[in-house]
């Protein structure tokens, strides 16, 4: 009896195994995302190539580490060429490009105006920025790199200017144009109260104009490039723009930019489940180094004890809605300053430690708390806190570690840098090692410091 002749599947299509329709498609989009992968490669290859020959990618600021510091570089740099009588030479040419750009119906006397940075006001505030010609009239600046609002701040500086001056400006001035926290301004009105300026568009087209002032003083001009690339840098815009318009034109072929949505998404899953590497990682490496038992060392929340299966969660919200609770990893440290003294490491834009009080129930105790109720533990510390800033609640000390290794995991700020930790296991594993080191040589600092005590 002849065999039975298989029917044919009803879906099937020439060639397709029957239920391997969904396989089938996500293989075609891998085959068409190693042909965009195989035509970018050369093109950044090319562009790598040429910053290097041309120096584009040499940042003064950065080498320096001061390349995101809020006072010493930026206030410091903008409020210069602001200064009629500043060290540029150039009078109140830069001041007039500024307030006809931004503010061209404020009648401010650029010619007469006088500066100042950090100018103290009521209830110890200080004025980032802050101008004031012969009419009482004034422009604030309040300036924000990373540091985050205190709560009504923007607000007394508005009542501040409406006390002392007989018009005023006042300008919120962040990275990328973020508006101010509703504590911050307390009621106030953007564009009617305050104006939110951005380094990336506004202030960068300002220093534009500048240069082009004085491209016949070579210095000054080169200063300015300098400082341009630097806002490049901390905005993630230091690509070159025809180096973007050619991967544009690569995405519009055959229908690539319908890939784009994916890559971001697996980028996106990559870093979550590589941030979790990392933190579980350096948790070992903490607790093998300092040889520490399970109840000395815990993963926490911004104050609280958590579970390690919360930490997946917490780092999900991080890069996928951009919240950042700033979650880490508590050591408590037994009879140094005061008994229930600890050091937490902390992610916010990268990761950074410092020293916090715990109390019984595993929280950390607030900064206020912390400073009438054990004043001993900031007399102690304090020997040792040169490379530490104070009042960060809710931290006793805290060390910013990006400042030194120019790494950061931030969804808005994250580097090539802080993706080659994150993804690469031998750099993943030296960042550890260094990190683990740094925080070693700092435990080294405090048990000197105690038996001195």
């Known amino acids: 009896m002849p065999a039975k002749e298989k029917e044919a599947h009803p879906n099937m299509e020439q060639g397709q195994i029957p239920g391997t329709k969904e396989a089938t498609t996500e293989k075609i989009k891998l085959m068409q995302c190693e042909n965009l992968f195989s035509g970018v490669s050369p093109i950044k290859k090319r562009y790598d190539d040429r910053a290097a020959q041309q120096g584009e990618k040499f940042n ?18 903008l409020a210069e060429l602001l200064n009629p009588k500043g060290a540029h030479l150039q009078g109140a040419k830069f001041l007039e490009l500024f307030v006809t750009q931004f503010f061209p119906d404020f009648d401010f006397n650029v010619e007469t105006a006088k500066i100042k940075i950090e100018k103290v006001i009521d209830n110890n505030r200080r004025l980032d920025i ?36 007989q018009d005023f400006r006042l300008i919120y001035l962040t990275l990328k144009g973020t508006r101010p926290s509703a504590n911050s301004v307390n009621g106030l009105q953007k564009d009617q109260d305050y104006f939110c300026l951005s380094y990336q568009e506004d202030i960068a087209t300002w220093l534009k104009v500048c240069q082009n002032e004085v491209l016949n003083i070579p210095l000054l001009s080169e200063s300015i490039h300098q400082y341009l690339l630097n806002i490049s840098f901390l905005t993630n815009q230091s690509m070159d723009q025809e180096y973007l318009k050619e991967i544009g034109d690569i995405l519009a072929k055959d229908g690539n930019y319908r890939l784009v949505n994916d890559l971001h998404k697996a980028l996106t899953l990559l870093k979550i489940t590589s941030l979790e590497k990392l933190m579980v990682e350096l948790f070992q490496a903490l607790k093998d180094h300092f040889k520490l038992s399970d109840g000395d ?16 969660e917490l780092i999900q919200h991080y890069y996928q809605k951009n919240k950042v609770s700033q979650f880490g990893i508590c050591l408590r440290l037994h009879g140094i300053a005061t008994s229930n003294l600890a050091l937490k490491v902390e992610l916010h834009h990268s990761i950074y430690y410092g020293f916090a009080v715990l109390a019984d129930d595993c929280q950390l105790m607030p900064w206020n708390e912390m400073h009438t109720s054990l004043p001993e533990a900031f007399a102690k510390i304090n020997a040792f806190s040169n490379d530490f800033s104070t009042k960060d609640n809710p931290f006793l000390y805290r060390k910013v570690v990006a400042e030194s290794d120019k790494i950061y995991f931030h969804p808005d700020h994250i580097n090539a840098e802080g993706l080659n930790v994150l993804i690469n296991k031998t750099d993943r594993q030296q960042w550890i090692e260094n990190f683990v080191e740094g925080i070693k040589e700092v435990m080294e600092l405090v048990v000197q410091n105690q038996s001195k005590q």
């Open 60 to 77: 003064l600021f950065k080498i320096l580490n001061i390349h995101a510091d809020e006072v010493r570089l930026h206030s410091r740099f």
């Open 297 to 312: 060392v815990f993963f926490m929340d911004k104050t609280t004890k958590i579970e390690q299966h919360k930490l997946n």
């Open 130 to 165: 802050y101008l004031r010609d012969d009419k009482r009239r004034e422009i604030i600046i309040e300036n924000k790199i990373y540091a985050g609002d205190q709560n009504k701040q923007l607000h007394d500086y508005h009542e501040f200017a409406k006390k002392s001056a």
